[in-house]
């Protein structure tokens, strides 16, 4: 089901695979639009209310007067009176039909849309419908009258588009104001179309009750794109359902040639094209999506940055969980439809380099001009580049996500219960999850963990946030010490020796009835002073691009501070280790949030 004034790439793609395959089953021109009527009648529908946005739908196809049926013709006679024509005459003629009313289901029912005889130009100037439909769908009259057989195979390529009147109350364009519009609510009217190899025009009409944006019938005009692959195999022959009907001039019977073969798989190889140029297109809009995206995501983090700054040196952390709460649910949202997207992207893309694949393995030697064509672009080469692409997308979405995470976890501290717990037990539990990062291994040596733990009381705390703390120092410590086998570091200075096991010192012990201390240290590189006015801003981080977030640190502050009502600072210089001292309370302290 299809929503027209909330039409999306996702819907064009998915009701252009349906209309593809509709054509399967048909055999005939007429069987396949009335499969195509139906299925555009039945999906287009209006989400509030579940009703169709349909009034009347229809499929039209200009037709020479000899290739017409007995019946048509004697109707097209009926309607020119005295005037005789020739089997050349242009006849826009109506395929198939579905609407509101019972006599808007069957072509043979219509009153006066049977047949319309184009027979010159200024016949079609006092049709202001056809006229203009005509020209929005980028032709001429001349050219639908009387095609030029050496311009045709160059228009038929590239002629296809859309015709649109945004309000069809009082237009000039959309006939029958009182006796249609006016009583049946008609909105806005649509339609798509193009040329055929034989230069005969087809054109698919909306009338809708419901007013459809430009934005809309952008995304319809590759519709007639997937139309032309299923009414293809019927341009000249196999029109209607009842072939036999059908008054055939004789001399003008063209027998099936190599030419005409040729001309055909052609114009199904140039549709195939300009349809993977319309889904290059959207991945094209899709990935500029994203970058914009990915830019509004960047001047968020930098904005907050400066705010998180603020807020810091005013001591108001309280507020930052708010803020970044906010701004987590506005990324995730965007965020989540841009990944969602990836995936079908990826997929049409792949379908569509099958098809092309499946051509060349079938038309290994296709024409000169698209031999050549193949080669100026380099299709090898962009075949595989667009994978990479869209994999690459996918990456920086899933980066994003992470972001969006760190961020929920950044400002939903308060979740946790306040328990009394053994630190120790905390710690322990903390280093048994990284344990195997602890371990040697091939690039780097074994970081040895010392512990000395004072004898202290069960703690009045949020045990995970503690641990989350925990977590974090360690891990930057061991981060730290993988990448550089620095000199041992203690706070009471004692003296240093060469060539140390990398080595972490975790430390308890009581400052007073009321307080306890942690300190974690290591024999790391140490951290210069303009890093360390930095550790606890958000964001903030001196690793690659892509190895953490920088909110480990800033998280931490929150935790103690905030939370806990204790302390927490970094003791450092370059060369000389790092130490992160832990002053919280014994009994957890009433903290403002």
């Known amino acids: 089901m299809y929503d027209l004034q909330k039409f999306t790439l996702r819907d064009m793609s998915e009701c252009g695979l349906a209309l593809r395959n509709l054509g399967n089953a048909a055999n005939s021109m007429e069987e396949a639009s009335n499969h195509i009527i139906q299925y555009l009648y ?18 039209f196809k200009t037709h020479s007067y000899g290739e017409l049926t007995s019946e048509l013709q004697e109707y097209t006679d009926d309607l020119l009176g005295n005037y005789i024509p020739d089997d050349s005459l242009k006849c826009l003629t109506l395929l198939a039909t579905a609407g509101e009313l019972p006599q808007w289901n069957s072509r043979y029912q219509s009153e006066r849309h049977k047949v319309i005889p184009l ?148 114009s199904q190889i140039t549709t195939l094209t300009q349809l993977l140029d319309v889904s290059e297109q959207s991945t094209i809009s899709q990935s500029d999506y994203l970058e914009q995206a990915n830019i ?25 969980g708010k803020l970044v709460a906010g701004i987590a649910h506005e990324i995730n949202n965007p965020v989540n439809f841009i990944h969602g997207n990836l995936f079908y992207a990826n997929e049409y893309t ?41 994999n690459s997308m996918t990456v920086g979405a899933e980066r994003i996500k992470e972001v969006v995470l760190s961020l929920r976890i950044f400002s939903r501290l308060h979740e946790a219960e306040i328990k009394n717990v053994d630190i120790h037990e905390g710690i322990n539990s903390t280093l048994m999850i990284l344990e195997h990062y602890l371990q040697a291994q091939d690039e780097h ?11 202290l009381p069960l703690i009045e705390c949020y045990p995970g946030q503690l641990n989350q703390v925990f977590m974090n120092i360690l891990t930057n410590a061991i981060d730290a010490l993988k990448d550089h086998n ?24 009581i400052l007073t009835q009321e307080w306890i201390e942690i300190s974690i240290a290591d024999n790391g590189c140490g951290i ?55 002053k919280i309370p014994t009994k957890a302290l009433m903290v403002a949030s």
Request: proline share 5%; charged share 20%.
């Open 42 to 59: 039945q999906n287009l529908i209006e989400k509030k209310s579940g009703e169709k946005s349909c009034i009347l739908i229809r499929f």
């Open 119 to 266: 027979a010159n130009e200024e016949a079609i100037a006092r049709i202001p419908m056809i006229s203009q439909l005509i020209q929005q769908l980028g032709l001429n009259p001349g050219t639908v009258i009387q095609p030029d057989p050496n311009l045709l195979t160059d228009l038929e390529q590239r002629m296809y588009n859309v015709f649109y009147i945004t309000d069809a109350l009082n237009s000039p364009y959309i006939p029958s104001q009182k006796s249609f519009v006016i009583p049946f609510n008609v909105k806005s009217v649509v339609g798509f179309g193009g040329l055929l190899p034989s230069g005969n025009m087809f054109v698919i009409l909306i009338f809708l009750k419901v007013l459809v944006p430009r934005t809309t019938v952008d995304l319809l005009r590759p519709l007639a794109l997937n139309v032309k692959m299923i009414i293809l195999p019927f341009d000249d022959n196999n029109i209607f359902i009842n072939q036999s009907q059908c008054v055939i001039n004789q001399k003008n019977k063209k027998t099936i040639n190599q030419n005409y073969v040729l001309q055909h798989l052609t």
């Open 296 to 320: 509004h995501l960047q001047k968020t983090l930098d904005e907050l940055k400066k705010t998180q700054s603020q807020l810091v040196n005013t001591e108001k952390m309280s507020s930052l």
């Open 350 to 390: 792949n379908f569509l380099l099958k098809v092309i694949q499946n051509y060349q393995d079938y038309y290994p030697n296709p024409p000169q001009k698209i031999q050549e064509l193949i080669k100026e672009n380099e299709l090898d080469f962009l075949t595989k580049d667009l994978t990479k692409i869209l």
């Open 445 to 455: 040596p074994e970081i040895k963990v010392i512990t000395e733990y004072g004898k």
């Open 486 to 509: 620095a000199f041992w570091f203690m706070s009471n200075k004692k003296e240093k020796s060469n060539e140390q096991l990398p080595t972490i010192l975790i430390r308890t012990k």
């Open 528 to 582: 210069n002073k303009e890093v360390r006015s930095k550790l606890f801003d958000p964001f903030f981080t001196t690793k690659s691009v892509g190895k953490c977030t920088g909110l480990g640190l800033s998280i931490s502050y929150q935790i103690i501070v905030e939370k806990h009502g204790g302390q927490i600072s970094c003791i450092s210089e370059l060369g000389e280790g790092t130490e992160f001292v832990i």
